[in-house]
T-cell receptor, first 115, second 116 residues
Framework: AQKITQTQPGMFVQEKEAVTLDCTYDTSDPSYGLFWYKQPSSGEMIFLIYQGSYDQQNATEGRYSLNFQKARKSANLVISASQLGDSAMYFCAMREVPNDYKLSFGAGTTVTVRA | NAGVTQTPKFQVLKTGQSMTLQCAQDMNHEYMSWYRQDPGMGLRLIHYSVGAGITDQGEVPNGYNVSRSTTEDFPLRLLSAAPSQTSVYFC???????????????FGEGSWLTVV
């Protein structure tokens, strides 16, 4: 079964607008961590934001925020005030106990920011 | 601050050739992993190691071999390259703090492999 589902293969967003990238996850373990990564055209994986399953508040990192809805098992990434440099592939990933040696990744969402 | 160093960045192989992708980390991490990235599939785990001398298979291990003789190094060997192994490969290392340790996972810059 797919552990991470990203249903949006591609999205377009206007510069300076906000965009929400969807991510749902599947786990029966109460202890897990959720990650978002950005992969620009140069190919490297850039860590954006992290949310622990026991965290009471939604994570924020600058223009990135994570809308964590535990009961719905969703962890959507919100990018505010989009910039041209935000054009990239975005991956949602999960790290679980006891298999904390690995990340399970979604298929990714390509974001294109238009001027 | 090297982090995770992965080489080579680009490689073209002929079918049947063998090669080794190198991965080294300088953070004294116990966990190291190899992933492959294919279009529409995200990253999938090939092999992983939870410490020197300990390795195990991930989701897509066929055609690959690993060893971990030191904490720092975790090479990935393609035994007899096939076109299906054309992919982008990422090495990652992490500490053992578990999923609530925040971001303790570090990726190499990736290796683009083409098998013709």
């Amino acid at each position: 079964a797919q552990k991470i589902t990203q249903t949006q293969p591609g999205m377009f967003v206007q510069e300076k607008e906000a965009v929400t990238l969807d991510c749902t996850y599947d786990t029966s373990d109460p202890s897990y961590g959720l990650f978002w990564y950005k992969q620009p055209s140069s190919g490297e994986m850039i860590f954006l934001i992290y949310q622990g399953s026991y965290d009471q508040q939604n994570a924020t990192e600058g223009r990135y925020s994570l809308n964590f809805q535990k009961a719905r098992k969703s962890a959507n990434l919100v990018i505010s005030a989009s910039q041209l440099g935000d054009s990239a592939m975005y991956f949602c990933a999960m790290r679980e106990v006891p298999n904390d040696y690995k990340l399970s990744f979604g298929a990714g969402t390509t974001v294109t920011v238009r001027a | 601050n090297a982090g995770v160093t992965q080489t080579p960045k680009f490689q073209v192989l002929k079918t049947g050739q063998s090669m080794t992708l190198q991965c080294a980390q300088d953070m004294n991490h116990e966990y190291m992993s190899w992933y492959r990235q294919d279009p529409g599939m995200g990253l999938r785990l090939i092999h992983y190691s939870v410490g020197a001398g300990i390795t195990d298979q991930g989701e897509v291990p066929n055609g690959y071999n690993v060893s971990r003789s030191t904490t720092e190094d975790f090479p990935l060997r393609l035994l007899s390259a096939a076109p299906s192994q054309t992919s982008v490969y990422f090495c990652a290392s992490s500490s053992t703090g578990g999923p609530h340790s925040g971001n303790t996972i570090y990726f190499g810059e990736g290796s683009w492999l083409t098998v013709v």
